[in-house]
């Protein structure tokens, strides 16, 4: 059984952490620390963005860039919105980049 009932979704995660957990940190790197209360806060931001562009339940949602707090800030925020995350590829070239958007019937990119 899972013990988290608050938990059902992947967008649920950071609500869950910042009303029990809200200044534990989330996400870190080298130079940035995001705490649970801040991830909530931003991935609202960017789900209600989404909300206002129109974005439906499972529109696909594409993200361009490297490892970053920012992945994962659009990736939950994408998740609230119950949108599909797809990562692309930032190595590719700007053809191969606007195959892959194509292909996979990507509708916005966050860059």
Same mark, same amino acid.
């Given at each position: 059984?899972?013990?988290? @009932? %608050?938990? *059902?979704t992947?967008?649920?995660? @950071? ?6 957990? @809200?200044?534990?940190?989330?996400? !870190?790197?080298?130079? *940035? ?19 206002? &562009?129109?974005?439906? %339940?499972? &529109? ?5 860039? !490297? ?15 119950r ?7 930032? *190595?590719?070239?700007? @053809? ?5 958007? !194509? ?9």
């Amino acid at each position: 059984m899972w013990k988290y @009932p %608050e938990i *059902r979704t992947l967008g649920d995660l @950071p609500s869950y952490y910042a009303r029990h957990h @809200p200044h534990r940190a989330a996400l !870190k790197t080298a130079d *940035r620390e995001v705490n649970f209360s801040e991830l909530e806060r931003v991935a609202n931001r960017i789900g209600h963005f989404l909300l206002s &562009e129109g974005a439906v %339940e499972n &529109e696909l949602v594409g993200f361009l860039g !490297k490892n970053s707090v920012d992945f994962y800030v659009s990736l939950f925020g994408c998740a609230k919105t119950r949108a599909g995350f797809v990562v692309l590829n930032w *190595r590719l070239s700007a @053809p191969e980049l606007m195959a892959q958007i !194509k292909n996979s019937a990507t509708t916005l990119v966050f860059v």
